[in-house]
């Protein structure tokens, strides 16, 4: 399974990105799509994942009511829609899938600087 990220970049604060997660290779083995920032110091945080199986979503409380994660109809891309953007969202974005049977697959990560 191949990943690649496309959208990030800076906005003001109050603005909107969207990030896309472009799978290839084995895509019908994915059943989690998501994201993950990072900041330098700090741990990873999941920010937001999408289960396939049956469709139901989780976010971090940072992010609740901000950001939206979904996928096109063939699953094979992830989008992550973020609105209303806050400093504190600046981060390098890594989308990830996990499969059922190769494991988790990393995207190469997109920077997103939000300005106040």
């Known amino acids: 399974v191949q990943l690649v990220e496309s959208g990030g970049g800076l906005v003001q604060a109050g603005g909107s990105l969207r990030l896309s997660c472009a799978a290839s290779?084995?895509?019908?083995?994915?059943?989690?799509v998501g994201w993950y920032r990072q900041v330098p110091g700090k741990q990873r945080e999941l920010v937001a994942r999408?289960?396939?199986?049956?469709?139901?979503?989780n976010y971090a409380d940072s992010v609740k009511g901000r950001f939206t994660i979904s996928t096109d109809s063939s699953e094979k891309t992830a989008y992550l829609q973020m609105n209303s953007l806050k400093p504190d969202d600046t981060a390098v974005y890594y989308c990830?899938?996990?499969?059922?049977?190769?494991?988790?697959?990393w995207g190469q990560g997109t920077q997103v600087t939000v300005s106040s």
């Open positions: 999408f289960i396939k199986g049956d469709g139901s979503t």
């Open positions: 290779g084995t895509t019908s083995s994915i059943h989690t």
């Open positions: 990830y899938a996990d499969t059922l049977w190769l494991g988790r697959f």
